[in-house]
């Protein structure tokens, strides 16, 4: 069993910076590949960004990439999402989640999730 608790969420103008981070609780946090997601309203759940167990190998959605940063420390049993140059594009409920197996890209092979943080960017 695995918790998730996500932070740092807030209200950015557009070019700023944000820092997600995602606490974990469970003494199997390193076994797990981490995501992160993001909800728009009126749309459906995407992907963001991945990292692989030990954190050698990342996955950014081609939106994100070059200004987003997914990176983990399995000894906090933490998982932070560095966001640069934002856009209102990027306005969403981002999400971390925990997976064992399967297309990382897939929030169908998450089988934990926490609660959402809510990122606002304005024009």
């Known amino acids: 069993q695995v918790q998730l608790v996500e932070s740092g969420g807030g209200l950015v103008q557009a070019g700023g910076s944000l820092r997600l981070s995602c606490a974990a609780s469970?003494?199997?946090?390193?076994?797990?590949?981490m995501g992160w997601f993001r909800q728009a309203p009126g749309k459906e759940r995407e992907f963001v960004a991945a990292i692989s167990w030990g954190g050698g190998n990342t996955l950014y959605a081609d939106s994100v990439k070059g200004r987003f940063t997914i990176s983990r420390d399995n000894a906090k049993n933490t998982v932070a999402l560095q966001m640069s140059s934002l856009n209102p594009e990027d306005t969403a409920v981002y999400y971390c989640a925990a997976s064992r197996s399967g297309s990382v890209r897939n929030d169908r092979s998450y089988d934990y999730w926490g609660q959402g943080t809510q990122v606002t960017v304005s024009s």
């Open positions: 469970g003494r199997t946090f390193s076994s797990y590949t």
